[in-house]
């Protein structure tokens, strides 16, 4: 009955959605009804209604949407879709404002001369549009308004004009700022939690363990990372797209002939051009570059972006005199000039106010801001008086955010209810069942989406499809995809379909704005060419999945909470990076270790002398244990390519049994609930020969185990357990070693500042003589508290410690004697550590800065506080590469 209901759940939503309902109301209704009729019908043939449903009930499902409702609208965590209005208002009043017409003028005048010009200045504009609007039907529209006629009217083809134009207009929906992206960045986050326990219980029913090693996890996505993963992909894109037209206006001139500029190419040209391009274009460099740079959140660059398009949108909507157009704009970019002036070279963080001249600096940044909030303020009065604009784009911005929230809810319930009628089982089931692994199912998947899109829009396929699928493909750990490459990827079909006839939605904004010398067919025929560009984008994508991952990693490994070396998810790449180094510096890192052995060290205390000893050898183990590492490492290369399609065959029919073991369960269930009320003996007879049926396909199942498995599984575990122990040693060398050197390096630096706490030792004596016990034990504790900030003293705040704790326990009066015994002690160390330190700051300090940077890319990269720029880099482009971890599950 579940299946029955979960039918009835489809039939409601495709019947509401194809009669017209809203889809905002479709969704949640198709939902309700098929929940209220399955509770009822419960209630009323069962007794329970929770009868109906595969897993929990109508309660269940009622607490699941009541829980939705309020992490869309009152988690604080769940800060993402804040974004949502911020670049929904961008997108209107950029278009309401008419910035898109002088882009497409402008840049027609500019790229029009060359072949296919126009075509290509299309493709140009669109994807600034996309990258400030971000409004499919807003751009195809307007530009179907406006360059439409002037192609046409220069003899280019009907097919290629509608399809670049189509094409351009869709760039909106992968190249960022997307609402797209947005959404998914959401959907997939919380599939991407799922997926982490999808991928536990994996772990946990292949190895025994309870525990996953973290560098197994599945990596989530944000808003940021979205926008930085679909910035190379949409580049692509643009590149293939302006390459087509560049490609056919060569080879056919006939279908994109050059446009001839009938003005002159004069100083009003130029300001013309500068005035319609370089607004547009900082705009999208502050948002796009506080985002890529990690200067601001997703959130905040909406804000900029918003304020800034409110900016434009003044100077180009006023009417008055040109001579005051654009004062609000040259006043808010002198405030930012003054404002980054001061947050960049002063601390303006009032608590710390110390002096007259940081509360100037205070009152000049404040009147700064004074003025900047004015400039929007005039921008924003302009904006409201002229046309209405203000109120317009608010109540647009109001209308489309409210439907896509009341789309995200009423999704969130249909997903419960899907789930509730044990859908996501079935859809489990049924891709995971299919053979070809992990890459099988996501091509069905794309399929689906793409076949979806001729009749969804975006959102709805985002927030209906994604959270279902999305969890079942990113715990798969046989490609162990990223959330932000599935995003892109699904951006990117999604995208698509947007073009595919007969249904593409760009198509037909284009439809109602074109001329009716332009028939259907031409624009069918012209997106189809940009069709297969599409899917040569997203065969490249998919083919190269470091073009999405590259940026994302770069951008956390290089940010301030950037992991430290030592983070376990970055061991991996981490250690490719550094046998990369062995290989090309190993000469140096022995001649250093050389050198460093001939050191005169006799002076040092004893025990610094050892375990500057210690850390030599260590160092030499150290690569001696490297090189052990590539040979393991190269045996289990060797042995992988052999095992692991053995492992696939294995782990294929092992899934199989886990089915029909399910089966087998299922079906003797079915017998016993047949055994004790009916009596249709044909019935049970059936059954009791599917399940015969079962029982010998497991048996054959199991009997079709290559006989080797055994063997070559305990192989490959040895193999393993030799190179995971190889790495063990090697960590304790390499980082025992780093840490003596650097301590060592940190104690001799101190000698300066040690030997400033000379007068203040001395001072104790008197004071520990002359003064009360409680004021000297004060006194001592101050010395102790400042010994405790230098490396190396721990036997001098030893002997301070034990005349202060005389002090305190012994009452006698021979209690200060007993202390200034200790006291001496201290005075004894104190002077020994001085005298060292002072001759090896003079003599070896040097040279041990100098062999810790020899060894700083290798031996003691992961001591490191922070990965460098160059290592970041070379990490960043290991972990963008999709790693197999089919092997451990």
Known sequence: MELFFLAVLFGLMIWALTSGFPVAFALPGSAILAVGAAAASGYIFAGDPSAYFAQDGPSEWLSAGVTNFRSLYWIVERDTLIAIPLFIFMGIMLQRSKIAEDLLIAMAQLFGPLPGGLGISVVFVGTLLAATTGIVGATVIAMGLISLPAMLKNNYSKSLATGTICASGTLGQIIPPSIVLIILADQLSSAADQAN??????????????????????????????????????????????????????IKPEMAPPVPYEGDYDRKFALNIFLSLVPPLTLIFVVLGS????????????SIGAIGAMIMAGYRLHTGAKSTAYIPLLIALAALVVIAYFTSNYDLNIKNIKSEEQFTNIKLTAIAVAFLLFS??????????????LKEVMVETAKTTSMVFII???????????????????????????????????????????????????????????????????????????AVWL?????????????????????????????????????????????????????????????????????????????????????????????????????????????????????????AQKRFKESIEDATKGLGLAETIRTSKAAMDSFITGYLPLQKQVLYLNSDIKNITRKIKETEKELEYLASGSNDNSLVANIEESLKTFKTDKQSLEESIPTEWESRHKEYKTLATKLKKDRRSYFNMVDSSTESLHELQLTIADSEPLNTLSERLVALDKTVMNMGKKEAMAEIKKVENALSKLKGTSSIKSALSKARRVLKKDKTDEAKEKAMVFMQKAHETFQADTIWRKRAHKELLTNLKNHEKALSKTIGIRLQERLTEEQAKGVASCMSHHKDLSLDF
């Open 197 to 250: 326990t999808m991928r536990k219980a994996l772990y946990k029913e292949a190895t025994g363990e309870f525990s996953m090693p973290s560098h197994f996890d599945v990596v989530s996505a944000s808003a940021g990372d979205m926008f930085m993963g679909a910035l190379i992909p949409g580049m692509i894109l643009v590149g293939l797209y302006m390459a087509y037209i560049l490609i056919v206006a060569i």
């Open 291 to 302: 985002i890529l740079l990690g200067v601001a959140t997703v959130n905040q660059a909406g």
């Open 376 to 389: 929007v303020t005039w921008s924003a009065w302009r904006v409201f008086k002229i046309d209405n604009t």
């Open 408 to 482: 995200l809810i009423g999704a969130a319930m249909l997903t419960s209810a899907f789930r509730g009628f044990g859908g996501e089982e079935l859809v489990k089931h049924f891709l995971t069942t299919l053979p070809g692994g992990f890459w099988t199912q996501f091509v069905v998947v794309m399929l689906v989406i793409f076949l979806l899109g001729f009749f969804l829009d975006f959102i709805e396929i985002a927030v209906v499809v994604v959270p279902i699928v999305a969890p079942i493909l990113l715990s798969n750990p046989e490609a162990n995809i990223t």
């Open 487 to 607: 995003g892109v990827m699904i951006g990117l079909n999604i995208q698509t379909s947007f073009l595919t006839p007969p249904f593409g939605f760009a198509l037909f904004y284009l439809r109602g704005v074109a001329d009716k010398v332009v028939k259907t067919i031409d624009i069918y025929k012209g997106a189809s060419a940009f069709i297969v560009l599409q899917l040569l984008g997203l065969a490249i994508v998919g083919f190269f999945p470091s073009l999405v991952n590259y940026l994302p990693n770069r951008s956390h490994l290089l940010s301030e909470t950037a992991p430290p070396p030592l983070n376990p998810k970055l061991q991996i790449c981490l250690e490719e990076y550094t046998m990369g180094q062995y290989a090309s510096t190993g000469d140096q890192i022995k001649a250093s270790i050389k050198k460093a052995k001939s050191f005169d060290i006799s002076y040092l205390p004893e025990k």
